[in-house]
């Protein structure tokens, strides 16, 4: 039944490593370290892992390799045990799960969690897990471990019982007799307590009696100071590294809860205290795995004081998340406990009383200190006693005084105590009347809780009256009286905080029968005593009730005894239950004198190995299992001495060489023992003298796949009965082979076929027609080749050829190469070379093997299976029906195995033993059957030169011959049910459901024609049909090419457009993994970056203009890969012209400006010189606010390199003069640090703004680095608050905020306050509220001294207030607000505190806090805000305090702009508007106007509408005759001059404008761009020319025009964010270039804000219009713009940066997948309630998401997306993350005009490769190799183009090409088969033509009826790739080429 090898000495892998490292010394013995071996049975992963465990280390090594070596020196604690388990895996994302790629390390749980392979190592107290792919984690035990156990899932930790003490073991005392003085316990709960040893340990510790008794003597027997633990269970899961550990529970003892009527229903019940983990292992389970749902685990515990085995059946109880326990909901932290370090207890919390529950539903699992000082003194006096009573404190077990066993054990006390512990285990009594019962329900020792006692009498004492340690002390503390036993109940939620994980189910119990008491006073644990291992039985056993055979072998070494356990699996089908596995006891089997037994496996068969002794003291090995018969094993003659395994070096080759022939002959009486089973059957027997593990292989099974697969095509035709007997009878002809010492080259392809024939000759052989009797012998020869026993004659061709063409081969295999095809051509040689030579008498191997067949049937082996009275069906002692039926059977199922292989290319047909010989052997059978048509379908497949080789047993013939089943090809099959539709031609029918095993591709066409035959075959149908038969892309690959073209071309069809239902095996299966992509890539992003352009070799820059743009590199040097992505798609946005560098070289303050001052003839040179001087002087003016704007230009472009400082531009101010060419410079003195300090501060914004959102490892370490030296500067804050408003700021270190705050430097200050409270915007973070509170003087409490902070400090801390309770409605905050809005100071100061500036910061907090929420003010109403508001903003006011509550005004009305918002209030809207009467205006300051009508219409806002006449109803009456006609400007002569009477009609205009600009941010809408550039020209026009001779009242219209200018400016910019539009720069670049004394730098400002904004992020970003982007927007760009530099009087310069807030990341970036560079593809976008779309090149930016419906690409050249926004929600937050589409390109398609834009798309396309013959380096080849010749340009681009795929599709993808290429060889070879293929593509073409015409009449039919109603045909076209596939499209294979196939077969068949 099998075959040993030996594979040398066994040892460690990591042996040599451990001594090198002198972790063990030279020559260890093997008890100094612990070796073990994991093999995974149930998995397909071949590797082993190897552990190593020395005293301080342990070394894992996997596949004979050393990995890593753990070191455990250092925790000072001894390690217990180290195991490999599975746990969940943190690391893996939530969208990475789908991700394939994982490998085989992955596996899934039931709960679909991926799980990772992890190293778990117990120390005393704690674990160590290494998960093997790198996460550590340290879990701290609060109890010490004895042994674990790996489950499927994590790990079972089963932790040490106080009882194991090395003192007295049990010092029993007699039972105090109920009626005891001390004792009031009913005489029933004496009966029902539990037995306790009472050990001399505790006689040390006697108790402090309490000061105050309670009537009786309640305390006096306990254990002082000890927590009772009994009720903790003995094992624990740990399911999780990341989670607490789990309790492991039990289904209760029903009987015992049937009599206790105060059983406690809620307590959970564990395992007996004594039971013990010895194995967990995972069987599969056949019937629920093909279902997806079977994994059995079981379990085996044993309890050594009751002596019993236990196999229990493990479950997970999925608990609903990690907060939720099994029961009820319970507070469970999940949080990493490797953070709880010992020793630090994290706050104090009051043991509480065990009535009290707390808000949580359990007690915190805190960690306690300490808390009673009596305590403490009472802990160190008996210390002190303890010592002075000579009881040593490390004894055992060490102890510890009392504390509360929490639901976490409080993990930090336990690890902290030196002294560490495990739970005392004295059992407690609760069983008085008024209390409550004990926990556990399982048995214990023998005790059954309830009532009746059953089991062991047990005599002891029980440590009675012991009321919970923590009420004593509660009670203590408080004085109080002791309350007895009423306190005692155990539902003390001690579990609550810990989820019940696993449940075991008992499934049988079988006494351990010792003859001695070893196992009770053994230290050792229960796993190290016995040996436990599980078997499956195969499929076949299963028996009528398909319960499947389970076997459960316990070795007991001591004992010498086995037990085999039989259990049942038994699938149920009920919905409703979740474990739907019934493990049923079967029988239980004992065998003595077993020394040892272990499981070996090898492949599908796996038995027992068993050394057993005789009665004698003779030891031997043999295999059995119940399914199968005993066999006993020989050892091989030698046992090699070397590591044949080990990839280690040795020294020189000679001594390797030498040392691996050293041996030993094998003494079987010396083997002491088996170790170390692993997969293939290989195994270690120990020696008993030199302790050395010989490593044997013991083969169960064929190694060769061909004959394994003969073999199971057999057995599954075979009865189950002798099905499994046939591998037996297969080893039983080897051995019958090796006796007869046969002639044989494959022994086991020679047996295989001498069964065959064995078993059809057993119907009886026609004695008259057998061959002579003769079998042939092996001839002596003269060389010996090798020890193996085959010998080889040299020089002896013939033997050559046996060995060259064994089986039924005519030829080598090796012939049939191109190389050797010259022999085949030459007819005379290749048939007769590789014949045996006349002279030998040698007969062909099939008659050679008839013979042989007939010779073994009639030995006595042969007889038992084949004889007379034969197990097989065959044999004649079954009846005819039998007998002809099994014939049938066998013979179908061996020609189904036969047409198997034909529809997989990979199995070679050439090589041995191949198809050639099983079909050889079929042949032989069909001759001697009489079967003729048979005979001649074979004699047709069989190679041509095969009919020379004349048989001479063709002539046997059958005395019993069983009729003719009908022959069955299953191209024949095939071709039928795909051309005719006609599935009737079904699978010849063999009656054994296993059949179908053997073929599992035929069974996929069978599921595939049964599906189509009831769909309508439209392609959908097809591809969805194949995917549910099972076809995948790789079976797919190794198709015959004649079968895959159909499949392929359903797949063609579907692959533009697939259906958007499909689910992502569908779309790997059509080749399209790319349309979900959008949801896994975003992720992994940062990996992928690969170079942005195919490097080429032209060069873009020449010399002169790399000398020009050196300060260009230097300005913005390219960090990252990233950056370098953003750069390439800004590329390709602005790729038609130069706009964006237009833009950039107008912000760029880094060069010195051009300008131009042409001298007049009257001016001297020192008057012009003079002149220079000024206009540098202006112009240094406009050059300083450049920054704000070109923070809005390069927003969020950068990546920084965290090891370089970031580098932050200053101003070069100098200009070159022109037409003189000389530099100006200006005066320093004008221009120092403090004159310009906000300057600078908007640089260090830019520069910080730039930093992109996505950036890593922007942290306090980095921000620090980047900080200047000793002095804090203003460009440092502005950086500050450039990473606040990004977000940067929200990871770093609080300390890190006081140390820049304390030097009170008022620029960082304001940076740092705000950027805090920008990053934690909306979450009233307490700190940083504390933060911002101490610098505003109004937060501190009443009587605080005055705080030293300028002004602006104070107004950053109140906007920051704002932003920081943004939405929050807070009502404190909002009380501080409004008061500082309406304050009203007493007296004047010079420089008063609450400024204009400071009350708009106020009023725009306030708006924050309460963002349109005006409609739902909730707890605000009381305040009477809107009326107060409402009050300032346009009452009017006491003549006494007009002056300062006018500063107030802006702000109320800012505010109430914000509270409304979008409200549509049209009360509060009316209120706010500017007043009817026009006598009014002169009350009211222009821009209070401007404010005033944005407000209204911010509340209105659903009906701004961006028309003229929108704009004419919404201004005063008496100014709509100046807007009469548009076109003219505003001092239309015909209207008159603008005075200052206008000024209300300037800026209510400029009002509208600013609305209309606010409700279209960011749309790009050009209807409302040409509104607002019409009104941008009347400004224009007004302020550009100034007369210089201008009145008072002009200068006044002038400025108003010109701040109206910068709003409509600023509103342009905003409706056209990120789009570069050119129209609206043309304006903005003119009015850069203003240099005159007039325009203020808030002008200037304005406008490079607005150049900013128009080129937003460089085209990538855009704004929105969320409530708080547009009240961002409402801050950035407020319209009262700065004086000069320093001016911040009406608002705060630092607010100018708001809009970041409003930003929008909406650039669609379509990406090829295999460069990652962008690529440019036309997109058409449909919006919500719209029926048009909209197209658009990308990248581009995109409407709003949420206006979106549905964004679709539309190339010819990549396969195209469609992601449907309202169908799946879910990609709108994939798009937030990352906003590119990865395409993959098409296969190139023969069409002319694909054909055509690809090739135009290749020269001179973005991103695509370019097209010269220099790229592709192989295109000579097509001209030089005749067969690709003839390809077509399209085809060669297929060949040459891997760019089609991209780096996560599969090269190997089986092309057109190929498939073409193999079709145009087969016509060459005329093979029977390949020409029946081919006859079935033809069909298929010919029946896809004829569902084409029917398609085409249909769509005729349909264009009719559409032209009858009238519809434009116009749609259909532009919309074809929408349509349903259809089999009309271009097909996989051309039609051209299957044409050519037809003539080519033609022209074969006239030759």
């Not at 085995?309 to 998340?321: A, D, P, Q, R, S």
């Not at 080749?785 to 080889?792: D, E, F, N, V």
């Not at 001016?1687 to 409003?1702: E, G």
């Amino acid at each position: 039944m099998a075959s040993v090898t030996s594979l040398g000495l066994h040892q460690p892998t990591a042996l040599r490593y451990a001594i090198q490292e002198q972790l063990l010394p030279e020559n260890p013995p093997s008890s100094s370290y612990d070796w073990s071996i994991t093999v995974d049975y149930t998995k397909d992963e071949e590797g082993e892992d190897e552990l190593l465990v020395t005293k301080d280390a342990v070394i894992w090594s996997r596949g004979s390799v050393f990995r890593k070596c753990f070191g455990f020196k250092l925790e000072k604690e001894p390690i217990i045990q180290a195991l490999l388990t599975y746990f969940p895996d943190s690391e893996v994302e939530a969208d990475t799960q789908d991700n394939e790629s994982r490998g085989k390390r992955d596996r899934f749980d039931n709960n679909e969690k991926p799980l990772s392979k992890a190293l778990v190592v117990f120390l005393k107290t704690q674990a160590h897990v290494y998960f093997l792919d790198g996460t550590s984690h340290v879990v701290h035990m609060p109890f010490e471990v004895e042994s674990a156990c790996a489950a499927p899932q994590g790990v079972i930790i089963q932790r040490r019982q106080r009882t194991d003490t090395s003192l007295a073991a049990s010092l029993r005392f007699p039972r105090v007799p109920h009626n005891s003085f001390i004792s009031n316990l009913s005489p029933v709960s004496i009966r029902s307590s539990q037995q306790s040893t009472f050990t001399t340990e505790t006689l040390g510790k006697p108790k402090a009696l309490p000061l105050r008794l309670n009537g009786n003597f309640d305390n006096l027997w306990d254990t002082p100071e000890e927590k009772n633990d009994s009720q903790w269970p003995r094992l624990v899961a740990l399911t999780d590294p990341l989670l607490e550990l789990g309790l492991v529970v039990t289904q209760p003892d029903r009987s015992a809860k049937r009599k206790s009527n105060r059983a406690s229903e809620k307590s959970p019940s564990f395992l007996d205290r004594a039971e013990e983990i010895v194995h967990i292992e995972e069987i599969p389970h056949h019937q629920a795995s093909k279902r997806g749902k079977g994994k059995v685990v079981l379990a085996v515990t044993v309890n050594k004081e009751i002596c019993m085995y236990t196999v229990w059946k493990l479950t997970y109880i999925h608990n609903e998340g990690p907060f939720i326990n099994g029961r009820k909901v319970t507070k469970k932290t999940d949080r990493r406990r490797s953070s709880m370090q010992p020793g630090i207890p994290s706050g104090a919390t009051t043991p509480l009383h065990p009535t009290f529950r707390e808000s949580f539903g359990a007690p915190l699992p805190g960690k306690r200190s300490r808390k009673s000082e009596k305590f403490e003194k009472n802990d160190k006096t008996l210390a002190n006693l303890e010592t002075s009573l000579g009881i040593e404190k490390e004894s055992g077990v060490t102890r510890r005084t009392s504390r509360r066993v929490s639901s976490m054990l409080a993990r930090a006390d336990l690890s902290a105590s030196q002294d560490r512990t495990a739970f005392s285990e004295q059992p407690q009594i609760s069983n008085h009347n008024t209390s409550r019962r004990d926990t556990s329900h399982g048995s214990h020792r023998g005790r059954v809780s309830g009532v009746s006692f059953t089991g062991v009498s047990n005599h002891g004492v029980n440590t009675l009256l012991e009321a919970p340690v923590d009420t004593l002390l509660e009670e203590l503390r408080a004085g109080g009286d002791f309350e007895g036993f009423h306190s005692m109940g155990l539902d003390d939620h001690d579990f609550d905080g810990l989820t019940q994980e696993i449940l075991f189910t008992k499934i049988h119990s079988i006494p351990i029968d010792n003859s001695n008491v070893r196992y009770s006073l053994s230290k050792q644990p229960a796993r190290t005593q016995c040996k436990v291992f599980c078997l499956t039985g195969p499929e076949s056993m299963d028996d009528d009730y398909n319960r499947q055979q389970v076997l459960i072998g316990i070795q007991d070494p001591m004992e010498k005894r086995l037990q085999l356990l039989t259990l049942h699996l038994q699938s149920k089908r009920s919905a409703s239950e979740s474990d739907r596995t019934a493990v049923t006891f079967g029988q239980l089997r004992k065998a003595q004198n077993v020394i040892d037994s272990c499981k070996i496996v090898d492949g599908e068969i796996s038995m027992i190995l068993v050394l057993s002794q005789s009665t004698e003291g003779q030891r031997e090995l043999s295999i059995q299992a119940p399914w199968t018969q005993l066999t006993s094993i020989t050892l091989p003659p030698k046992l090699s001495l070397a590591n044949t395994r080990s990839l280690d070096y040795y020294g020189s080759l000679v001594n390797r060489d030498v040392g691996i022939r050293r041996a030993i002959t094998p003494v079987i009486g010396e083997i002491a023992g088996l170790r170390h089973p692993k997969l293939r059957g290989i195994v270690d027997i120990l020696d008993e003298d030199t302790q050395q593990h010989h490593q044997i292989r013991i083969q169960l099974q064929p190694t060769s796949p061909r004959v394994f697969k003969t073999l199971r095509a057999l057995r599954s035709a075979l009865p189950a009965s002798s099905g499994e007997r046939l591998i037996a009878n297969w080893w039983e002809i080897i051995t019958w082979l090796r006796q007869q010492d046969a002639d044989i080259v494959d022994i086991e392809w020679s047996a295989v076929v001498i069964q065959i024939f064995s078993i059809f000759f057993a119907l009886g052989v026609d004695e008259a027609t057998l061959p002579a009797e003769r079998t042939p012998k092996r001839r002596s020869r003269a060389f010996l080749r090798s020890s193996s026993g085959a010998q080889i004659d040299m020089s002896d061709w013939d033997a050559m050829n046996t060995y060259e063409t064994p089986s039924s081969l005519t030829h080598p295999p090796w012939i049939e190469n191109k190389a050797w095809q010259w022999i085949m051509e030459q007819d005379d040689s290749s048939l007769s070379m590789f014949r045996p030579s006349p002279e030998r008498d040698d007969t062909s191997f099939l008659s050679s093997h008839t013979k042989y067949a007939l010779a073994y049937i009639s030995s006595s082996h042969g007889d038992a299976a084949y004889g007379a009275d034969g197990y097989l069906p065959t044999s004649s002692s079954h009846d005819y029906l039998t007998r002809t039926r099994y014939a049938q059977d066998i013979f179908l199922a061996l020609h189904l195995l036969l047409e198997e292989q034909k529809l997989d290319i990979t199995s070679s047909h050439a090589s041995s033993p191949g198809s050639v010989d099983l079909r050889a052997v079929l042949l032989q059978v069909a001759r001697c059957l009489k079967w003729h048509e048979w005979v001649n379908s074979y004699e047709l497949e069989m190679p041509l030169d095969w009919p020379e080789q004349q048989s001479e047993s063709r002539d046997i013939t059958m005395s019993l011959i069983p009729p003719e089943p009908a022959y069955w090809n299953v191209f024949e099959w095939i071709r039928t049910s795909l051309a005719h539709e006609s599935p009737s031609a079904l699978v010849p029918p063999i009656r054994s459901a296993m059949a179908y095993s053997i073929v599992p591709r035929t069974k996929m066409f069978e599921d595939l024609f049964r599906m189509l035959s009831w769909q309508s075959r439209t392609p959908i149908d097809f591809v969805e049909a194949m995917h549910q038969s099972g076809i995948t892309p790789t079976i797919l690959e190794s198709l015959p090419e004649y079968v895959l073209v159909p499949l392929q071309d359903a797949i063609a069809q579907c692959q533009p457009a697939p259906p958007s239902t499909w689910s992502k095996e569908l779309l790997n299966l059509v080749n399209r993994s790319d349309v979900g992509s959008i949801l896994t890539r975003s992720s992994r992003l940062h990996i992928r970056s690969t170079n942005v352009l195919a490097p080429t070799h032209v060069a873009s820059w020449d010399f002169n203009s790399l000398c020009q743009n050196v300060i260009d590199f230097n300005d913005g040097p390219s960090d990252d890969i990233a950056e370098s992505d953003k750069q390439a798609v800004i590329r390709a946005i602005f790729k038609e012209d130069r706009r964006l560098d237009e833009t950039k070289s107008m912000l760029n303050t880094t060069k010195p400006r051009i300008m131009r001052l042409d001298p007049l003839p009257d001016w001297t040179e020192a008057y012009y010189l003079e002149q220079q001087k000024d206009m540098v002087t202006r112009l240094a003016n406009n050059t300083l606010s450049i920054p704000s704007g070109r923070a809005l230009m390069n927003y969020g472009l950068r990546f920084p390199l965290l090891t370089q400082k970031f580098q932050i531009n200053g101003f070069v101010l100098n200009c070159t003069v022109k037409p003189n060419n000389v530099t100006v410079g200006v005066d320093k003195s004008l221009f120092t640090e403090e004159k310009i300090a906000w300057a600078f501060f908007h640089s260090g914004v830019a520069g910080g703004l730039s930093i992109s959102r996505q950036a890593k490892g922007i942290d306090t370490s980095w921000i620090l680095y980047n900080k200047p030296g000793n002095d804090l500067s203003n460009r440092h804050a502005g950086f500050l608050l450039a990473l606040g408003l990004n977000g940067h700021l929200k990871g770093v270190a609080k300390w890190v905020a006081f140390k820049y705050l304390t030097p009170k430097h008022t620029m960082t200050s304001i940076g740092l306050l705000l950027g805090l409270a920008a990053s934690y915007i909306g979450t009233m973070d307490s700190l940083i509220t504390r933060l911002l509170s101490v610098h505003v003087t109004r937060m501190l409490p009443r009587g605080a001294v005055e705080l030293n902070l300028s002004p602006l400090t104070q107004t950053t801390g109140i906007m920051g207030i704002g932003l920081l309770y943004c939405n929050s409605q807070h009502r404190r905050m909002s009380e501080i607000m409004m008061s500082e809005i309406e304050h009203i100071e007493v007296e004047d100061d010079e420089e008063p505190l609450r400024t204009e500036c400071y009350r708009l910061a106020a009023g725009f907090s306030l708006g924050f806090i309460n963002l349109g929420k005006g409609t739902d003010l909730k707890g605000l109403h009381d305040m009477r805000i809107t009326e107060k508001l409402l009050t300032l903003a346009s009452a009017t006011k006491k003549a006494e305090h007009v002056h300062i509550l006018d500063r107030s005004t802006a702000a109320s009305v800012v505010a109430i702009a914000l509270i409304y918002m979008k409200s549509e209030d049209h009360i509060v809207a009316r209120k706010i508007d500017v007043p009817d009467a026009p006598l009014q205006f002169d009350y009211i300051r222009p821009d209070i106007l401007l404010l005033r009508t944005v407000a209204k219409h911010l509340i209105l806002w659903s009906e701004i509408e961006p028309t003229h006449e929108w704009v004419r109803k919404n201004l005063p009456r008496r100014y709509h005759a100046r807007l009469q006609p548009p076109v003219y400007p505003l001092d239309h002569p015909g209207r008159g001059p603008l005075n200052s009477t206008h000024l209300p009609f300037l800026t209510i205009l400029a009002g509208l404008c600013w609305a209309i600009a606010l409700r279209y941010a960011g749309s790009g809408n050009l209807k409302v761009r040409d509104l607002l550039l019409s009104y941008i020209r009347k400004y224009y026009g007004q302020c550009r020319h100034p007369n210089p001779k201008a009145n008072f009242d002009d200068r006044t219209v002038q400025v108003t025009a010109c701040m109206c200018l910068n709003v409509v400016a600023l509103s342009c910019a905003t409706v056209m964010a990120g789009t570069c539009d050119l129209e609206v720069l043309r304006y903005l670049r003119s009015l850069h270039s203003r240099n005159d004394p007039d325009t203020t730098y808030g002008s200037h400002m304005a406008i490079h804000m607005a150049m900013g904004a128009l080129s937003l992020g460089c085209g990538t970003q855009t704004f929105n219009t969320s409530n708080l982007a547009i009240a961002s927007l409402l801050v950035a760009f407020y319209p009262v713009f700065p004086d000069s530099v320093q001016d911040n009087k009406s608002h705060l310069q630092a607010f100018r940066h708001f809009w970041v807030l409003a930003t929008d990341p909406r650039c669609l970036v379509t990406k090829d997948v295999a460069t990652n560079a962008p690529v440019s593809i036309p997109v058409a976008i449909r919006l919500k309630n719209s029926t048009e779309e909209e197209g658009r090149m990308t990248p581009c930016l995109l409407p709003p998401l949420s206006d979106i419906q549905s964004v679709r690409t539309i190339s010819p050249e990549f396969w195209n997306l469609e992601l449907d926004f309202e169908a799946h929600p879910e990609y709108a937050d994939a798009f937030k993350r990352s906003q590119a589409l990865y395409l993959r390109r098409r296969p190139v398609s023969d069409s002319p005009f694909a054909t055509t834009m690809l090739a135009l798309g290749r020269q001179g396309g973005f991103g695509g490769l370019p097209a010269d013959a220099a790229s592709q380096p192989l295109e000579w080849l097509f001209d030089n190799v005749p067969t690709l010749n003839k390809l077509t340009h399209a085809e060669r681009g297929i060949v040459l183009d891997r760019g089609i795929g991209g780096p996560d599709v599969s090269n190997s993808t089986v092309s057109a090409v190929d498939a073409r290429l193999v079709l145009e060889d087969i016509v060459q070879s005329g093979n029977r088969d390949d020409l029946l293929g081919l006859k079935g593509l033809f069909e298929w073409e010919e029946w896809r033509a004829g569902k084409t015409q029917e398609e085409e009449k249909e769509r005729e039919k349909e264009r009719e009826k559409g032209k009858a109603k009238g519809n434009e045909d116009e749609m259909t076209d532009t919309d074809n790739e929408r349509k349903e596939p259809h089999w009309s499209g271009e097909g996989w294979l051309r039609e051209s080429i299957v044409e050519g196939l037809k003539g080519g077969v033609w022209l074969a068949g006239r030759e």
